[in-house]
């Protein structure tokens, strides 16, 4: 797994350094008015564009003096556990998956921060999901001071007063926007209580679960929620309801490393057991009015979204439209919830199902034989700009990667690709340097 996770952070990598570069040598990137030495910072009002430019630029001159962002991020805790301990309760045992959720979001602020706005609204649904984990407004004023704190001692004498202010400034804006987000949710559950009413191994890593939330759970065919266990206490990872909404959710749930969540749910996890669901969250949905054919790309357990959405088109279809699957594996034991499929082919004429194997992802652009078939399905497949249709994709991060790339490439409009957002790897730091 992990070989092709560096392939598709190289992959994005590359995309990712290539474009803050260009942004940072563009006329834009030089407009910096100089900001306050590392004295108090005035709290913003709204950072419009211009603002947040600015500031994205002083951020991106001095971005060496404090990458790669471990260091920065192990000084942030340290300073954070050292003056408040009782803190450490938030977090799970296991801040590995913390460090680099936090690495991601770093770069999504930088990346973002010339878009305040969707930065703002970015952070106001982590915000909303933040809720299940105790977090008050008070630990954002925490958390800025040991950022400083770890930015200081990271950069050492290499440090700029400015550069620390566009820093502060930034994480401001969306510690204001999470504060907002949370808020905007006090009328919604913190967290939904889940029993397990159904668990199938369908694999020996794989397993099929159904629960049933407590009170209703009020999500969209393709958005996922977060899980908890009670084995795993603070531990949270998405998965996708198979389904539309009922009273019911069918998770797929394949384990990938010993003692995570996936592992907790797919062998120490049994009919009776009560999990944690977060708020639903993603907009890899289908719109209101269904107006285009779909495509859909699924690899993997990628599969229990591409159900969801097949459930809900089999239900509000406007006559004409059709479906088309691509499902992937890497090899032919890699299909599960075979009947589900084969019960979804017979009744819906309108859907098109290509199963392909394709013996795992080749090479470090992601093209092998599901790409092909994918590209093989227009009648001239390097010429997408004109397709109509919309298409999805779920599964592995590496798959979202290089079927958006290739696509976008053969001319697919951008707005006609509909996955949950990608993790934004750390760019090649030397690039960056003007
Ligand atoms: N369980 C769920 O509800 C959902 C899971 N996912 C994600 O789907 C993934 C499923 O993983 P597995 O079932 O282990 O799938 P897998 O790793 O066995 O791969 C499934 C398919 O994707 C292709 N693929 C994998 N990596 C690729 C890459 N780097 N480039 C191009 N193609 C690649 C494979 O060749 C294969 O055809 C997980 O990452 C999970 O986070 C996504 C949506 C919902």
């Known amino acids: ?52 430019a600015a500031d994205q630029a002083l951020v991106l001159r001095h971005l060496a003096a404090v990458t790669p962002f471990g260091e920065l991020i192990d000084r942030l805790y340290e300073s954070m556990f050292g003056r408040h301990p009782y803190l450490r309760r938030l977090f799970p045992d296991s801040m590995e998956f913390q460090r680099s959720h936090l690495e991601r979001a770093f770069w ?80 919604e559950p913190v967290a939904w209580n889940a029993t397990v009413t159904a668990h199938e191994r369908v694999g020996p890593d794989l397993a099929l679960l159904r629960v049933r939330p407590a009170e209703p759970y009020p999500y969209r065919a393709g958005q996922h929620a977060r899980v908890e266990t009670p084995l795993l206490p603070h531990t949270w990872r998405p998965y996708t309801p198979a389904g539309v909404p009922g009273d019911e959710l069918e998770f797929h749930v394949r384990r990938t490393a010993p003692g995570g969540v996936s592992d907790a749910l797919v062998a120490h996890t049994g009919v009776g057991d009560v999990l944690r669901l977060g708020p639903p969250q993603g907009t890899a949905t289908l719109d209101e009015e269904l107006t285009d054919d779909v495509l859909i790309v699924a690899g993997g357990t990628g599969w229990a979204h591409a159900k969801a959405l097949l ?98 490439e053969a001319g697919l409009p951008p707005e006609r690709l509909r996955h949950d957002p990608m993790p934004v790897s750390s760019p090649a730091v030397p690039a960056l340097q003007p």
Do not use: K
Request: hydrophobic share 40%.
């Open 1 to 52: 797994m992990s070989g092709h996770q560096d392939d598709y952070h190289a992959l994005v990598a590359r995309h990712e350094a290539m474009r803050l570069r260009n942004r940072l040598l563009s006329p834009a990137s030089g407009a910096r008015t100089t900001a306050p030495g590392s004295g108090p910072v005035p709290v913003p009002g709204a950072y419009d564009d211009a603002a947040g």
């Open 108 to 187: 999504h602020m930088i990346d973002h921060l010339d878009r305040p706005a969707e930065l703002a609204a970015d952070f106001a649904r982590l915000g909303r999901e933040h809720r299940r984990l105790g977090v008050l407004p008070v630990h954002y004023e925490v958390f800025e001071s040991s950022l400083v704190e770890g930015l200081r001692l990271c950069a050492g004498g290499a440090w700029s007063g400015a550069a620390e202010a566009a820093w502060v400034r930034m994480h401001r804006h969306v510690s204001a926007a999470m504060v907002a987000g949370a808020n905007e949710a006090l009328g």
């Open 311 to 408: 459930d809900e088109l089999s239900r509000r279809r406007p006559a004409g439209l059709t479906a088309r699957l691509f499902l992937g594996a890497r090899d032919a034991g890699g299909f599960y919830d075979e009947a589900a499929l084969e019960r979804l082919e017979a009744r819906c004429p309108w859907l098109g199902v290509t199963r392909v194997v394709d013996g795992g992802p080749s090479g470090p652009d992601g093209r092998g034989a599901l790409m092909d078939a994918v590209l093989g399905s227009r009648t001239s497949p390097t010429d997408w700009s004109g397709s109509r249709q919309l298409v999805y994709v779920s599964g592995p991060t590496g798959l979202v990667a290089a079927t958006a790339w290739h696509l976008t």
